[in-house]
């Protein structure tokens, strides 16, 4: 099995790689899991401060390739591909702000203890769906996870519309 990475760790979002039915059982497991405190609370982890760091890194990493290729450098095709493609990670990263207002971020609901103590719990869920699915985005297995989830445990409508940003959010880290 693959380690997961927590929120504070340089490691990538990885997990074991979960066929639909086991996701389905995962969910389910983590609803049952995941506590939040009472009443909402303003303190919450500082997931929008590692956001802008790592939004800060993807540029200087794509002007760094940049000024690679402007010196007839070769570079990897990973390199290749967000040079590229640089326009749509920014668009992503736009969406990101637009979607998660830091007002907005500290009233969902947070996770009570365990390696995402303090953190949304929307953040928890697009986490373990990115973890378990190697990063693969699938609208169906989505929609299966998250029904999956609130068979045990509804979420807010807050958090369902939190989600795609918290999944963008994932998938930069």
């Known amino acids: 099995m693959v380690r997961s990475a927590t929120p504070t760790s340089l490691e990538p979002v990885r997990g074991e790689i979960f066929g639909a039915e086991r996701l389905a059982q995962h969910a389910q497991s ?5 506590r ?7 303190k919450g982890a500082p997931l929008l401060d590692r956001f802008e760091d790592n939004a800060r890194a993807l540029l ?26 640089f326009h749509i990670v920014d668009e992503q990263l736009i969406e990101i702000r637009e979607a998660l207002p830091a007002g907005y971020y500290r009233v ?9 103590a303090d953190h949304p719990r929307a953040y ?39 989600m795609s940003g918290l999944l963008r959010l994932v998938m930069v880290e």
């Open 60 to 85: 200087h990493a794509y002007r760094a390739l940049s000024e690679e290729v402007q010196k007839e450098r070769a570079i990897s095709p990973a390199a290749e591909w967000l040079i590229d493609n």
């Open 124 to 162: 928890g869920i697009a986490w373990a769906f990115v973890a378990h699915t190697d990063s693969r985005f699938d609208p169906a297995l989505l929609e299966l996870f998250l029904r999956s989830y609130q068979e045990v445990t509804p979420l807010t409508i807050g958090e369902l519309w939190a």
């Open 30 to 34: 983590l609803a049952q899991a995941h």
């Open 36 to 42: 939040i405190y009472p009443r909402p609370t303003r």
């Open 108 to 116: 969902l609901p947070k996770l009570v203890g365990g390696p995402l």
